[in-house]
C-alpha cells in the first residue's frame, strides 16, 4: 500500500486538527494502523494506533484523552482527530500500516507515509 498524511497545519494552543490517512494503493481493510510523530530534534513516538479489525484502539500516555484514531476501510482511510492540542504536540506527524504487527514499535510497521507537519503556537 502507498500511504498519503494529511490535514496537518498550523494552530493554536487548544485548537483541533484532523489528520487523514489514505492508501493509493489498495484497501487498508486487514492492516494495523498507527500514528507516530517526531518532534524537532527528537526520535519518532508511538501516538495512536488500531487493531487490524479496528475493534481495539491504543494511545500513547501524553494523548490524554485528546486524540481519537478512526478508521473507514470503505474509503481506505485512518483518522486522527486532535483536539486541545498544545505547543508540545507540535512534530511531524506520520501514519504507518502493517499486516503482521500490531504495536507501538515504528521501527516494526512496514509502510508509511510522507509526514504532515503539526504546529501549534501558544
Known amino acids: 500500500v502507498q500511504l498519503q498524511a494529511s490535514g496537518g497545519g498550523l494552530v493554536s494552543a487548544g485548537g483541533s486538527l484532523r489528520l487523514s490517512c489514505a492508501s493509493s494503493g489498495g484497501t487498508l481493510s486487514g492492516y494495523a494502523m498507527g500514528w507516530f510523530r517526531q518532534p524537532p530534534g527528537e526520535k519518532r513516538e508511538f501516538v495512536a494506533r488500531l487493531t487490524w479489525s479496528g475493534g481495539r484502539s491504543y494511545y500513547a500516555n501524553f494523548v490524554k484523552g485528546r486524540f481519537a484514531i478512526s478508521r473507514d476501510d470503505a474509503l481506505s482511510t485512518v483518522y486522527l482527530q486532535m483536539n486541545n492540542l498544545q505547543p508540545e504536540d507540535t512534530a511531524v506527524y506520520y501514519c504507518?500500516?502493517?499486516?503482521?504487527?500490531?504495536?507501538?514499535?515504528?521501527?516494526?510497521?512496514?509502510?508509511w507515509g510522507q509526514g504532515t507537519q503539526v504546529t501549534v503556537s501558544s
Open positions: 504507518a500500516a502493517d499486516k503482521r504487527y500490531t504495536g507501538s514499535n515504528a521501527a516494526l510497521y512496514e509502510y
